[in-house]
């Protein structure tokens, strides 16, 4: 039996506490470790896609400013092309070897990416080598991201107490609010504080210095995790797992699990990531208003992530999640156009903060689905590959083809069709689900 400074965790695992710190100061260490990472990629994605426009100017010139901005967003999309890599490599990496030297890498590699584009000259500097730099620097981020999620996703449920793993995994979702409001927040102040000129004179380098300053303090603190002992017991029964044998044993709960994360990942990317972009283009706002509408979705989302998840630990994933994914079904359109009539920074803030609610609602509980899915010895791969897998359809190419289908079509309401689309998919898989909100790990 364990003793007073032990805190028996789900599965049968002890999350052993070291002496004179208490077992919820051990598991508040444990959440912000495993989130960090989460924090720093949203922070930096976001603040690319909030400053596409800018950085397309500097970066990619041509003579038309929409097929600069497409090249900005493009490049954006880039850096998801080397996630499901990044899951692979890092996700096998966290199961044979271990979720804190893998989370301790991922924080590297995506610090790396980040200092680059810091640093990188403009193309009237250095020429056709100034996007290279810029290419290289998102696939760099991408690479890193791709096992991010998938270990921190099995850290916080490896560690989480009986009945609350909905909430722990939760806060995944939370960390990606707060790299958001983050984003925003920072982006916005930036703008604000300088004219246009300034900012492309060297203005928009400031968000990503900032973000730098995320690393080290991610780094010092996942260097001083445990690991779980659920995760120690599987290796010891299974060391040994493949990406072949992941994919032959698992491919339904992976079907499942994409198919669940179609509408997460459209959502997050279209209704909060390209949305100051949209407010700017098509709806005609400033970016600090924009930007502000962000930040108080992003709020509405932090908070209500954690509330969600732990309904789902007590009401179960399906049906919270059911419930959202009609939501956004049968919402997204006529939000969609209450935007584009008369449009004001008031009603972009509350059609984002109305989205951001139901996000919260569905992928809160998701994020514990996709590590319920699986055995422990290979969830960190599988998870991460679920995630990426379905990043890169729906997800890092999803402000480009908005983008698109809004110039194709001639209607700012385009962009809904696409979230209505990825939750009908979602509702399809949802039904498939088995939920196992009550069982131990695996």
Known sequence: MANSSDALVAGGGVLRTPPGISSAAMRRRIVVAATIGNTLE??????????????????????????????????????????PIGAVVLGAYADRVGRKPALSLTILIMALGTGLIAAAPTYRAIGIAAP?????ARLLQGFS???????????????????????????????QAAGFLLGAVVTMTVSLSMTQPDLEAGGWRWPFVIGLL???????????????????KAVRRAPDVSITTALRDQYRPLLIGIGIAVLYLSGAYVL?????????????????QALAAAAIAGCVLFVCSPVLGAVSDRYGRKPVTIVAALGFALLTYPAFMLMTMQPNVAKLAVVQSGFALLLAMYAGPAISIFAELFP??????AVALVYNLTVVVVGGFAP?????LIAATGTPLAPA???IGAAAISLTALVALRDRFREPLR
Request: hydrophobic share 50%; net charge neutral.
């Open 400 to 404: 480009l083809i908005v983008t698109w």
């Open 132 to 136: 290279l730099l810029i290419v290289t």
């Open 214 to 232: 995320i690393a080290p303090i991610g780094l010092y603190v996942r260097s001083r995790l445990d690991e779980p002992e659920l995760f120690l």
């Open 417 to 419: 069709f696409y979230v």
């Open 272 to 288: 909060l990531v390209y949305m100051p972009t949209y407010a700017v283009r098509q709806l005609h706002l400033p970016l600090g």
């Open 145 to 175: 991201c791709g096992g991010e999620l998938g270990g921190a996703t099995a850290i916080l449920v490896e560690h989480a107490p009986e009945g609350r793993r909905g909430l722990y995994a939760s806060w995944q979702l939370a960390s």
């Open 42 to 83: 949203w922070y930096d994605f976001l603040v690319y896609g909030f400053l596409s426009v800018t950085i397309g100017k500097l970066f990619f010139p041509t003579e038309s400013e929409f097929t600069s901005l497409l090249l900005s967003v493009a490049t954006f999309g880039v850096g998801f092309v080397t996630r």
């Open 376 to 381: 422990t010895h290979m969830r960190s791969v």
